[in-house]
C-alpha cells in the first residue's frame, strides 16, 4: 500500500496552518510544500498503515468509520480508493469526511489517495480500518 497525500494552501492560509490540521488527523508526518501556479501544495507519501493508525483512531473516537469506508469502497477503481477530508475540521481536531459531488467546504480538502497491490490488500486495509484499535 501507498498513502499519497495532497492539500492545496490556498492564499489567505498559512502553510504551518495547513500542516497542523494534517497532523491533527494523521499524526506527525514529514512534508514537502510545493508550487503549483498561485497555490503552494502540502504533499506527502507515507507506506505503511502506521501512518493512518491516527486516522482510524479519530473515525471510530468520533463515530464515522462507517462513513470512512463507504467512501474507500465507493471510490474504488481495482487499484486506487481516495477519500476528501474537511481541512477546517481537521485543524480543530475534528474528521469530516466529504463528499465532492454534493458540497465543497470553504477551506477545501484534504486529498488522501491510496494504492494497492490487489484486491486482497484493499479488503484486508478495510477491514484493518473498521476494526476497533
Not at 58 to 85: C, K, M, P
Not at 87 to 105: C, F, I, M, T
Amino acid at each position: 500500500m501507498r498513502l499519497y497525500l495532497r492539500c492545496p494552501v490556498y492564499p489567505t492560509e498559512d502553510a504551518t496552518w495547513v500542516c497542523t490540521a494534517i497532523t491533527n488527523i494523521l499524526g506527525p508526518q514529514s512534508f514537502t510544500i510545493s508550487l503549483e501556479g498561485p497555490l503552494k501544495i502540502v504533499l506527502s507519501e507515507f507506506l505503511t498503515l502506521d501512518s493512518l493508525e491516527r486516522l482510524r483512531e479519530r473515525a471510530h473516537e468520533l463515530g464515522v468509520v462507517n462513513s470512512a469506508v463507504t467512501h474507500f469502497t465507493s471510490n474504488w477503481d481495482g487499484t486506487t480508493t481516495t477519500v476528501l477530508l474537511d481541512k477546517q475540521a481537521a485543524y480543530v481536531k475534528r474528521l469530516r469526511v466529504v463528499d465532492e459531488s454534493e458540497e465543497s467546504p470553504p477551506l477545501g480538502t484534504i486529498h488522501l489517495s491510496m494504492t494497492f497491490d490487489d484486491k486482497t490488500e484493499f479488503d484486508n486495509f478495510l477491514a484493518w480500518f473498521a476494526q476497533r484499535p
